[in-house]
């Protein structure tokens, strides 16, 4: 049992072997090895302190011996010769796909005849692995303040940054690595736990359950892959030989909760208090009430573990229930008081559980399994809202109840056959239930958006608002599943320890959304009602169809379907071989090859890539031999498949069309009357068939495509070469300091364009090189067509991340531990890989995995290349704790970074024909017509308008938070007692983390919310938690 109180010189030592060690692990790799040197043919036996098995090696002829996938836990180590037992290392801590030395060589052997040996400093550095990694333990996870979840530990890595626009379970989405947030890979016990439509997520557990949490952000060995991001690796609890138990309640209440930041509009220069609209003087006004908003949250949870059988079977099992209530205004100042939904009242529940049983058949063969359940129950009721006295109404307008349920089973077995022989075997299944049930829903009442510059005078305002307020509507019964299984092999022979293996993973989904009866009415309005809505697409103007087009006043009937049952399949052989070259020198060996197959919704495979040979090198020096520098080095290829959403929308018949109509009046469900269609050229080549009033920019019509159309023929897998260079050094007994320099080269990706050599279709493909497609002929066959880059007019792609980490940790006395980290990075390019967050507007970045605006025509990517999103050039974090006395400790962390780069994007010079018509482009001001001089209607750009490449608006301000913790165990209640308070964001520092990049709202007309800041991190909150541990 784990006992919060333990004495000094071994809380010390666990905090440092949770942080110290480190290795090229591999994120699948949930155990550790113990390795070490000692006289040719003595016997060295490694028993499990917690479960009593044991293992024997025998040292090898050239003085060394290793014992591999060991359990994680503490291990009493013995050397014996000729039946005589020589020396004893006691509490030595394995730790989750790490190695610890534990030598026995020279005379040391002889002074320590019989003689137990507890370990008592920092641990050497861990010179059995080529790269450094980051692990946390649990008991570290109690004495540092941190949020009580994994993103927030994997924060406090180097090289990993939290991203606002992406969140799971409620919490950020972190990128490692420059990398986007989807390019990651989350494990637990061993099996990838991502969330297996999107890539965008993970499933959690009770935060109590887990033993170890590992953070990679780069070095992966041959056995992994797909990833080009980061990893992080879970290890659970599990039962010991001592039964334990406990009960935790943490509890983040409202009254010592500060208040959020408002939202305001920025000052642009175009509505201020001159303007002589009234109602456009918004500059520096309130856009959104947010100082009012309420939130607390508590937890409680329960877990026990013991032997149910001593030394053979173990059981450990812990229940978690989390609760987030809270209430906030949804609407902007800008809303209408009459607006539903506008004011919400939510709550968040989270039941979960681990269990995890142990069964050691024999000291050589161990099975186990593991069963967790995460759940997110979330229930809105939604209210009306004044801004006029900021008051909201009582009765309930809107609402939803939405549940994601999540079952994950695991087994595994290990069998160590012989010293040399070592085989392990895993499988897993998860599926993921998902429901939805929206307040009030009824398919048969339209849905309708109207903004109040929309609404034509003399129609009453409520007749726009509709019936209910949902904006789409999940499939019933939806799902996503995976299974997966794993073989693994190693062999020691001679200086070589040899690993081979092969895993499968299959996922599969069926997920969808529609708009509520299908579709959903639009309402707008243009200043100019002779210019046309959307020349690009062929829409002419409100004008040419009358009815109150003549003021400028339309609507669109915009449909909307994504439907599928789509899956992939995943499948991956590797080889491994470490070489020890000399007592020094280690190398490390790889070769990995992945498939990737990706299905349409009819079962079809419109990708397939094979063959994806990705070569793994390391290398360490033991520079004196003693384990007191180290030297490494490791360079690596890195493949990453495409998640199942993208062929719900590109490869399985979506339905994305809108038709514009002038209309006369509007009844009181909302529904327009007197429609009249607004002309549509269909020579553009954006209509649909049966339908030549109904356009769709990627023509997604409803109609499943032929797979061969879908994607580029031979489509390149996105993947990634990565290098990184490095060294670690001991600094007295006590402490380790070290730097390493990483360098990530994207080298192909994935993503759709409809570049208009295409003809006005569109495929996913590779970005910046040529590519073959498969394209429908006028007689409606199919022929093979390849377009070099320069054809379709793209630019070659680029996305790169350089960085030296520094880093300094160790103890001071015996009672503190500390860690300082200082990154210095780049990330640079003109992608940011498989996700868009610069198109954040306020409701999270683009989520449309590996199908993003970027690359859809060439016009977007001038001037993209420049600081990507995920670029922050300097990161600094610590954290530690403190011992004051044996019953009170401080524990505190720190995370500085510098600010996200910040863009203007408007509209392009020119208004050529099949642009989008939006500010999506890099250029900043008025566009104005975007005709020639001269010519009808002609509106010169604004004196401000320029060229203006991604980045170049300066950047946010650097974000400071700090964290700080102070808990009391009494003596008098045996240390079984524990009382902390948490204070995280301690100076109430609330930075924004992104800004509204969009200058204009059409070619003429500023956009009021320009530089406007999106998000802010979370208030100051206090964390008071009781736990009683036996």
Same mark, same amino acid.
């Given at each position: 049992?784990?006992?919060?109180?333990?004495?000094?010189?071994?809380?010390?030592?666990?905090?440092?072997?949770? =942080?110290?060690?480190?290795?090229?692990?591999?994120?699948?790799?949930?155990?550790?090895?113990?390795?070490?040197?000692?006289?040719?043919?003595?016997?060295?036996?490694?028993?499990?302190?917690?479960?009593?098995?044991?293992?024997?090696?025998?040292?090898?002829?050239?003085?060394?011996?290793?014992?591999?996938?060991?359990?994680?836990?503490?291990?009493?180590?013995?050397?014996?010769?000729?039946?005589?037992?020589?020396?004893?290392?006691?509490?030595?801590?394995?730790?989750? *796909?790490?190695?610890?030395?534990?030598?026995?060589?020279?005379?040391?052997?002889?002074?320590?005849?019989?003689?137990?040996?507890?370990?008592?400093?920092?641990?050497? $550095?861990?010179?059995?692995?080529?790269?450094?990694? &980051?692990?946390?333990?649990? +008991?570290?996870?109690?004495?540092?303040?941190?949020?009580?979840?994994?993103?927030?530990?994997?924060?406090?890595?180097?090289?990993?940054?939290?991203?606002?626009?992406?969140?799971?379970?409620?919490?950020?989405?972190?990128?490692?690595?420059?990398?986007?947030?989807?390019?990651?890979?989350?494990?637990?016990?061993?099996?990838?736990?991502?969330?297996?439509?999107?890539?965008?997520?993970?499933?959690?557990?009770?935060?109590?359950?887990?033993?170890?949490?590992?953070?990679?952000?780069?070095?992966?060995?041959?056995?992994?892959?797909?990833?080009?991001?980061?990893?992080?690796?879970?290890?659970?609890?599990?039962?010991?030989?001592?039964?334990?138990?406990?009960?935790?309640?943490?509890?983040?209440?409202?009254?010592?909760?500060?208040?959020?930041?408002?939202?305001?509009?920025?000052?642009?220069?175009?509505?201020? *208090?001159?303007?002589?609209?009234?109602?456009?003087?918004?500059?520096?006004?309130?856009?959104?009430?947010?100082?009012?908003?309420?939130?607390? &949250?508590? &937890?409680?949870?329960?877990?026990?573990?013991?032997?149910?059988?001593?030394?053979?079977?173990?059981?450990?099992?812990?229940?978690?229930?989390?609760?987030?209530?809270?209430?906030?205004?949804?609407?902007?100042?800008?809303?209408?008081? !009459?607006?539903?939904?506008?004011?919400?009242?939510?709550?968040? +529940?989270?039941?979960?559980?681990?269990?995890?049983?142990? @069964?050691?058949?024999?000291?050589?063969?161990?099975?186990?399994?593991?069963?967790?359940?995460?759940?997110?129950?979330?229930?809105?009721?939604?209210?009306?809202?004044?801004?006029?006295?900021?008051?909201?109404?009582?009765?309930?307008?809107?609402?939803?109840?939405?549940?994601?349920?999540?079952?994950?089973?695991?087994?595994?077995?290990?069998?160590?056959?012989?010293?040399?022989?070592?085989?392990?075997?895993?499988?897993?299944?998860?599926?993921?239930?998902?429901?939805?049930?929206?307040?009030?829903?009824?398919?048969?009442?339209?849905?309708?958006?109207?903004?109040?510059?929309?609404?034509?005078?003399? $129609?009453?305002?409520?007749?726009?608002?509709?019936?209910?307020?949902?904006? !789409?509507?999940?499939?019933?019964?939806?799902?996503? %599943? &995976?299974?997966?299984?794993?073989?693994?092999?190693?062999?020691?022979?001679?200086?070589?320890?040899?690993?081979?293996?092969?895993?499968?993973?299959?996922?599969?989904?069926?997920?969808?959304?529609?708009?509520?009866?299908?579709?959903?009415?639009?309402?707008?309005?243009?200043?100019?009602?002779?210019?046309?809505?959307?020349?690009?697409?062929?829409?002419?103007?409100?004008?040419?169809?009358?009815?109150?087009?003549?003021?400028?006043?339309?609507?669109?009937?915009?449909? /909307?379907?994504?439907?599928?049952?789509?899956?992939? +399949?995943?499948?991956?052989?590797?080889?491994?071989?470490?070489?020890?070259?000399?007592?020094?020198?280690?190398?490390?060996?790889?070769?990995?090859?992945?498939?990737?197959?990706?299905?349409?919704?009819?079962?079809?495979?419109?990708?397939?890539?094979?063959?994806?040979?990705?070569?793994?090198?390391?290398?360490?020096?033991?520079?004196?031999?003693?384990?007191?520098?180290?030297?490494?080095?490791?360079?690596?290829?890195?493949?990453?498949?495409?998640?199942?959403?993208?062929?719900?929308?590109?490869?399985?018949?979506? =339905?994305?069309?809108?038709?514009?109509?002038?209309?006369?009046?509007?009844?009181?469900?909302?529904?327009?009357?007197?429609?009249?269609?607004?002309?549509?050229?269909?020579?553009?080549?954006?209509?649909?068939?049966?339908?030549?009033?109904?356009?769709?920019?990627?023509?997604?019509?409803?109609?499943?495509?032929?797979?061969?159309?879908?994607?580029?023929?031979?489509?390149?897998?996105?993947?990634?070469?990565?290098?990184?260079?490095?060294? +670690?050094?001991?600094?007295?007994?006590?402490?380790?300091?070290?730097?390493?320099?990483?360098?990530?080269?994207?080298?192909?990706? $994935?993503?759709?364009?409809?570049?208009?050599?295409?003809?006005?279709?569109?495929?996913?493909?590779?970005?910046?090189?040529?590519?073959?497609?498969?394209?429908?002929?006028?007689?409606?066959?199919?022929?093979?067509?390849?377009?070099?880059?320069?054809?379709?007019?793209?630019?070659?792609?680029?996305?790169?991340? /350089?960085?030296?980490?520094?880093?300094?940790?160790?103890?001071?006395? %015996?009672?503190?531990?500390?860690?300082?980290?200082?990154?210095?990075?780049?990330?640079?390019?003109?992608?940011?890989?498989?996700?868009?967050?610069?198109?954040? !507007?306020?409701?999270?970045?683009?989520?449309?995995?590996?199908?993003?605006?970027?690359?859809?025509?060439?016009?977007?990517?001038?001037?993209?290349?420049?600081?990507?999103?995920?670029?922050?050039?300097?990161?600094?974090?610590?954290?530690?704790?403190?011992?004051? !006395?044996?019953? @009170?400790?401080?524990?505190?962390?720190?995370?500085?970074?510098?600010?996200?780069?910040?863009?203007?994007?408007?509209?392009?010079?020119?208004?050529?024909?099949?642009?989008?018509?939006?500010?999506?482009?890099?250029?900043?001001?008025?566009?104005?017509?975007?005709?020639?001089?001269?010519?009808?209607?002609?509106?010169?750009?604004?004196?401000?308008?320029?060229?203006?490449?991604?980045?170049?608006?300066?950047?946010?301000?650097?974000?400071?938070?700090?964290?700080?913790?102070?808990?009391?165990?009494?003596?008098?209640?045996?240390?079984?007692?524990?009382?902390?308070?948490?204070?995280?964001?301690?100076?109430?520092?609330?930075?924004?983390?992104?800004?509204?990049?969009?200058?204009?709202?059409?070619?003429?007309?500023?956009?009021?919310?320009?530089?406007?800041?999106?998000?802010?991190?979370?208030?100051?909150?206090?964390?008071?938690?009781?736990?009683?541990?036996?």
């Amino acid at each position: 049992m784990i006992k919060q109180a333990m004495p000094l010189r071994r809380a010390t030592l666990t905090i440092a072997l949770g =942080l110290c060690l480190a290795g090229a692990a591999h994120a699948q790799s949930v155990t550790g090895n113990i390795y070490g040197t000692g006289e040719p043919g003595s016997t060295i036996s490694v028993q499990n302190l917690d479960t009593g098995t044991s293992r024997t090696v025998t040292v090898d002829r050239n003085g060394r011996y290793r014992a591999s996938d060991l359990p994680n836990g503490n291990y009493k180590v013995t050397v014996e010769k000729d039946g005589q037992v020589i020396a004893v290392r006691e509490r030595v801590q394995v730790v989750i *796909a790490s190695g610890t030395e534990v030598s026995f060589s020279g005379t040391g052997v002889q002074q320590l005849d019989r003689i137990e040996v507890r370990a008592t400093a920092v641990p050497k $550095i861990d010179v059995s692995q080529t790269d450094t990694r &980051t692990v946390f333990t649990s +008991e570290q996870l109690k004495e540092i303040a941190v949020g009580r979840d994994i993103a927030s530990v994997a924060l406090l890595a180097p090289s990993v940054i939290s991203n606002a626009s992406y969140t799971s379970g409620g919490v950020t989405v972190p990128s490692f690595g420059g990398a986007a947030s989807s390019e990651n890979a989350f494990y637990i016990n061993g099996f990838a736990v991502t969330n297996p439509l999107s890539s965008i997520g993970f499933t959690t557990l009770p935060f109590d359950a887990i033993s170890q949490q590992q953070v990679l952000t780069g070095g992966y060995g041959a056995e992994f892959g797909r990833a080009t991001g980061g990893v992080v690796n879970i290890v659970t609890k599990r039962g010991t030989n001592e039964w334990s138990g406990g009960g935790y309640a943490y509890w983040s209440p409202e009254t010592l909760r500060a208040s959020p930041r408002n939202s305001n509009f920025a000052d642009t220069g175009f509505y201020g *208090a001159d303007n002589p609209d009234p109602t456009k003087r918004t500059d520096g006004q309130l856009y959104q009430l947010r100082n009012k908003n309420q939130s607390w &949250t508590q &937890t409680t949870g329960a877990y026990v573990g013991g032997p149910i059988v001593k030394d053979k079977l173990f059981i450990y099992a812990n229940v978690e229930v989390t609760k987030r209530e809270g209430a906030g205004v949804a609407s902007t100042s800008q809303a209408a008081a !009459t607006t539903t939904n506008a004011w919400q009242e939510y709550s968040y +529940e989270y039941p979960r559980w681990a269990a995890k049983i142990d @069964w050691n058949i024999t000291d050589n063969h161990l099975l186990e399994f593991t069963g967790i359940s995460d759940v997110t129950k979330y229930d809105s009721a939604g209210y009306t809202f004044n801004y006029a006295d900021f008051t909201h109404g009582n009765e309930q307008n809107a609402g939803t109840s939405n549940e994601d349920k999540s079952k994950l089973y695991i087994g595994k077995y290990t069998g160590y056959l012989t010293d040399d022989l070592t085989v392990s075997a895993l499988y897993g299944t998860q599926k993921i239930d998902h429901s939805q049930n929206p307040w009030g829903y009824d398919p048969a009442c339209p849905r309708t958006s109207a903004v109040a510059t929309a609404r034509a005078p003399g $129609i009453p305002a409520a007749n726009y608002a509709g019936c209910w307020t949902a904006a !789409t509507v999940n499939v019933p019964g939806a799902y996503d %599943e &995976t299974k997966g299984w794993r073989l693994d092999v190693g062999y020691r022979l001679g200086n070589h320890d040899l690993r081979a293996g092969l895993d499968v993973m299959e996922a599969e989904s069926y997920t969808g959304s529609e708009y509520g009866g299908g579709f959903i009415w639009v309402y707008s309005r243009s200043n100019n009602p002779n210019a046309a809505i959307d020349a690009s697409h062929g829409v002419g103007s409100p004008a040419s169809a009358g009815g109150l087009g003549s003021q400028g006043y339309y609507v669109r009937q915009q449909y /909307y379907t994504q439907i599928a049952k789509v899956r992939t +399949e995943q499948s991956a052989q590797f080889l491994e071989d470490r070489w020890q070259v000399s007592d020094n020198v280690l190398l490390t060996l790889g070769l990995r090859n992945e498939t990737f197959k990706n299905f349409t919704s009819a079962d079809e495979v419109y990708v397939k890539q094979d063959n994806q040979w990705a070569p793994r090198l390391g290398g360490v020096w033991d520079v004196h031999g003693d384990a007191s520098l180290k030297l490494f080095a490791n360079a690596g290829r890195y493949h990453l498949a495409l998640p199942n959403n993208v062929a719900v929308r590109a490869a399985s018949g979506s =339905l994305y069309t809108m038709e514009y109509f002038t209309y006369t009046g509007v009844a009181a469900d909302g529904t327009p009357t007197g429609l009249v269609n607004v002309p549509v050229d269909p020579s553009l080549g954006y209509t649909c068939p049966g339908n030549p009033n109904a356009i769709s920019s990627n023509l997604e019509c409803g109609d499943a495509p032929d797979p061969r159309t879908v994607a580029a023929v031979d489509l390149k897998s996105h993947y990634q070469d990565e290098f990184i260079v490095g060294m +670690e050094q001991a600094w007295g007994e006590n402490a380790v300091w070290g730097a390493k320099v990483t360098y990530r080269d994207l080298k192909s990706a $994935i993503d759709d364009t409809c570049t208009p050599a295409l003809g006005g279709g569109c495929f996913i493909f590779n970005p910046g090189v040529g590519n073959t497609f498969w394209e429908e002929q006028a007689d409606g066959t199919l022929a093979k067509h390849t377009y070099s880059a320069a054809e379709l007019d793209l630019p070659k792609l680029k996305r790169r991340y /350089y960085a030296v980490d520094l880093f300094l940790e160790g103890s001071i006395g %015996e009672r503190f531990y500390g860690k300082v980290n200082y990154t210095f990075a780049r990330n640079y390019g003109n992608t940011e890989g498989q996700l868009a967050s610069d198109l954040d !507007t306020g409701a999270g970045g683009q989520t449309d995995v590996s199908v993003t605006q970027d690359w859809d025509l060439p016009q977007l990517m001038v001037g993209a290349n420049g600081p990507l999103p995920n670029h922050r050039a300097h990161q600094i974090k610590a954290y530690g704790s403190y011992r004051i !006395t044996p019953e @009170w400790r401080v524990g505190g962390s720190l995370l500085i970074d510098s600010g996200r780069p910040r863009s203007c994007t408007s509209y392009y010079p020119t208004a050529d024909q099949g642009l989008y018509n939006g500010a999506y482009y890099h250029f900043c001001g008025l566009a104005g017509s975007g005709t020639a001089p001269g010519s009808a209607g002609y509106i010169p750009p604004s004196a401000d308008y320029r060229f203006s490449p991604r980045g170049d608006n300066g950047t946010t301000p650097w974000g400071f938070n700090l964290n700080l913790s102070l808990a009391y165990t009494p003596n008098w209640a045996d240390n079984k007692l524990s009382l902390q308070a948490d204070v995280l964001n301690v100076l109430n520092r609330q930075v924004a983390g992104s800004y509204y990049s969009n200058y204009a709202t059409d070619r003429v007309t500023p956009d009021p919310r320009y530089n406007q800041p999106l998000n802010y991190n979370s208030p100051r909150q206090v964390r008071l938690s009781a736990r009683y541990d036996f």
